[in-house]
Structures are given as C-alpha cells and as structure tokens.
C-alpha cells in the first residue's frame, strides 16, 4: 500500500460545480496536510495548508482532514475553467529536525467545462 | 511574499555535458530546500534534502556524485546534473521550506531535455 492514495481522474466538471478531490493516507504520524495546485509545465502552488484535523476556508476552496478516517479532502466551489489543472495532495510528519519532507498524492487532473 | 525562482527554464544539452540549475528563494531565508524530480503525468519524486551549509540528504536510488546540490546561501541552492544522459531528462522542481510556517513553496520547474 503507497503512503498517499489519490485517484488521478482526469475528472471533468462543469462551470459551477462544487468538486470534491480526496486523499488517503497510511502514515499515522502526518500531522500537516496541504493542497496544491499544478498547471502543466508549471511548479506546484500551495493553495491550502492545514495541520491536524479540522476545517479551513480560504475564498472557494475548503480543506478538511479526518485523521481518525485518513482521509483529506478539499472542495472548490462555483468551479471556475481557470481551476483546471492538477490538483496534488501532500503531507508531512514532524521530524524533529524542524524540516519536512512532503509525502506527495499523484495528484488527480480537473478540467471545469465552460 | 514567498516567492521562489528558478534558473534556467528550459535547457536543452547534449549528452556528455553538465548542466547548473539554481533555485533562489526572493523574499525569505530557507534553511532547507528540497529537489523534485517529475516525469510526465507522475507525481513529484524527492531526489534529495538540501540544507544550508551542510551537504545534501539524497533519497534511495538516487546518486549523489550524479547529482550533485550545493546549498551556500540561506536562499539559493543549485543543481549540477553531471554528464547528463538523455535518461535525465525530466521537469525538475526545487522547493523552499519556510520553517517558521512549515510550509514549502516551489518554483517554476526546469524543463531539461537531453539530446
């Protein structure tokens, strides 16, 4: 089983939508969740970062976490085509060392049809 | 704020040659960077650890004489890709750890190409 599952679509919605993107996870000791969204050929931007279970808003996106599931989620509402891209989950644990390695998701494929 | 850059682009070699890619970060000091390798439609691969004056932390499987990664400076840290093959070629992303927040930010990739 590979640390972080994620489903990689390609997964088309169309304008408007709510999209719903999940990860599992193995590792208990991922405390530090993030999002981040890729446009080809073009580096990853960190769009959610969020530690420990809970919530967190930030204008259309929302990112969950249930660590007791290992489950993380993050929804984008009123989808916009600008949303289309790749969208990777990743997750850290504390190293101790006061740097973190990420744990990346292969990342799932959106495309939001005008 | 927490811009990084990256340098060259785009590069294309022939085989044989080596090739430098520097990664800054602009607006803050990153005592770790790290350097990601990405195939077409795959995921992100760590290729190594890089912190600031001490010498790389590489992944298994990938060789350190190979890729050689300097870090001198709190915001730059470069990668030599030594007699490059066309088996290199690839989308290499580095990243800066802005430890304070725990967060890692990336720049916009090298796209290496390998003749």
């Known amino acids: 089983q590979k640390e972080v599952e994620q489903d990689p679509g390609p997964l088309s919605v169309p304008e408007g939508a709510i999209v719903s993107l999940n990860c599992t996870y193995s590792n208990s000791a991922f405390q530090y969740f993030m999002w981040y969204r890729q446009y080809s050929r073009k580096g990853p931007e960190l769009l959610m970062y969020?530690?420990?279970?809970g919530n967190k808003e930030d204008g259309r996106f929302t990112a969950q976490v249930d660590k007791s599931s290992k489950y993380i989620s993050l929804f984008i509402r009123d989808s916009q085509p600008s949303d289309s891209a790749t969208y990777l989950c990743?997750?850290?644990?504390?190293?101790?060392?006061?740097?973190?390695?990420?744990?990346f998701g292969k990342g799932t494929k959106l495309s939001v049809i005008p | 704020g927490a811009v990084v850059s990256q340098h060259p682009s785009r590069v294309i070699c022939k085989s044989g040659t080596s090739v430098k890619i520097e990664c800054r970060s602009l607006?803050?000091?990153?005592?770790?960077m790290f350097w990601y390798r990405q195939f077409p439609k795959q995921s992100l691969m760590l290729m190594a650890t890089s912190n600031e004056g001490s010498k790389a932390t590489y992944e298994q499987g990938v060789e350190k004489d190979k890729f050689l990664i300097n870090h001198a400076s709190l915001t730059l840290s470069t990668l030599t890709v030594t007699s490059a093959h066309p088996e290199d070629s690839s989308f290499y992303i580095c990243?800066?750890?802005?430890?304070?927040?725990?967060?890692?930010?990336f720049g916009p990739g090298t796209r290496l190409t390998v003749l």
């Open positions: 990743a997750m850290s644990a504390d190293s101790g060392a006061g740097s973190y390695q990420l744990t």
């Open positions: 969020t530690y420990s279970s």
């Open positions: 990243s800066a750890d802005r430890s304070s927040y725990n967060e890692q930010f």
């Open positions: 607006d803050f000091q990153a005592t770790t």
